[in-house]
């Protein structure tokens, strides 16, 4: 394949992903809408679709400007954000909001051993522009050395980067559809679902009571084969996946867009995806919270990989997840009542 070609596929890759309407990376909802108010909102790189049933009138109004609200802030592409200002200026005072994510963040990192980190930026940076090649392995090792949240540090009310590039793109979109889902319930919605390109948030039942339906894509499918079912309500789950963003090198290497930050290359834990799924939520959570942690969980713990030290992470969270590997599905106990497969070429196992 010439160069250009494969620049031309890459970019179809990253085109078809982003345009992706209801999904996390592995996770699909199954169900119908027969009859349900939805809007859908393109926001932050992706497509925020809502999904639900009795709501107030008022709350897609609510939840569009809440969107454009948190890409102001958020945004690392956006050269109007916050965050994006923040990177050029490299110190500054930052806004509560900014603040109140960088702390999830930062708590997560920490919680990791630095497998979920904000500080990447320079890093990812170098991968996104590199259009469909490798990036030359003194610049990735130059761009990781001067990476990293731990180098970040806080003075007299203000943040001081020291040189790192931060990217919030791990953590952002979860906390926006904890945000949205916590609207849809405050609107006293039957049952909603509140997705995007990483995160599902799910509150109360579909019309007919039954829980929702939520499938586990095919790592290899076209994202609209499933391998393994979810019934599932009242919670947030956040995905992170092989297949999302990648490129297939010139010697047939899959590149994905999952940073391990201890190498600064595609992480490689043998994880096609992870999804981590939160407890029992309610109009009294701090659902942007809960949203965050999830979308941030689900990258540090496909960097760990399956382990006794990511089941321990995801304990210390009060989190569940499902791991999918090529012809395996391995889930936590507190889901796998909630799990059929729908492929006879994968078998279920207990995550241990």
């Known amino acids: 394949m010439s160069r250009s070609k494969l620049r031309l596929t890459v970019k179809r890759l990253w085109a078809s992903a982003l345009a992706a309407v209801i999904a996390a990376a592995s996770f699909s909802s199954c169900e119908g809408a027969g009859g ?21 009138e008022d709350l897609f109004t609510k939840t569009a400007g809440l969107l454009s609200q948190l890409e102001t802030v958020y945004s690392h592409t956006d ?60 610049d990735i090792t130059a761009a990781l050395a001067a990476s990293g949240y731990g180098k970040v540090s806080f003075e007299n009310g203000e943040i001081h980067l020291n040189g790192v590039r931060l990217n919030l793109g791990g953590i952002a979109k979860g906390a926006a559809a904890g945000q949205l889902l916590y609207e849809c319930i405050c609107s ?8 995007c390109s990483s995160s599902i ?14 499938g586990v894509r095919d790592p290899d499918g076209d994202g609209n084969e499933y391998i393994a079912t979810l019934e ?48 029992g939520v309610s109009g009294d959570d701090d659902l942007f919270y809960t949203g965050a942690v999830t979308d941030a ?7 760990m990989g399956l382990g006794e030290p990511s089941l ?27 799990i059929i497969l729908t492929d006879g070429g994968y078998s279920l196992k207990t995550a241990e």
């Not at 006293?188 to 997705?195: N, W």
Request: aromatic residues 10%.
């Open 297 to 303: 969980l689900s990258t540090a713990v496909f960097v």
């Open 201 to 214: 948030g799910l509150t109360g039942t579909k019309p007919d009571k039954s829980k929702f339906k939520i």
């Open 188 to 195: 006293e919605a039957s049952g909603g679902i509140i997705s």
């Open 79 to 138: 050269p109007d954000s916050e965050l994006y200002l923040l990177n050029e200026a490299g110190n500054g005072k930052i806004s509560d909001d900014l603040k109140r994510l960088l702390d999830i963040a930062a708590e997560v990192y920490e919680a990791s051993d630095g497998a979920f980190d904000p500080g990447l930026g320079l890093v990812t940076q170098l991968w996104e522009r590199s259009e469909g090649a490798v990036p030359p392995g003194d």
């Open 36 to 56: 349900a108010q939805k809007r859908t909102v393109f926001a932050m790189d992706t497509l925020f679709e809502q999904t639900v049933w009795g709501a107030s």
């Open 232 to 279: 599932l309500s009242d919670c947030i789950l956040s995905t992170s996946g092989d297949y999302e963003r990648y490129f297939i090198s010139q010697d047939n290497v899959r590149y994905h867009h999952i940073i391990d930050p201890a190498t600064g290359y595609p992480a490689q834990s043998g994880l096609r995806s992870v999804t981590v799924v939160s407890s």
């Open 312 to 338: 321990k992470l995801l304990e210390d969270f009060s989190m569940e997840a499902v791991f999918v590997f090529d012809g395996e599905i391995y889930a936590t106990d507190g889901l796998e009542d909630s």
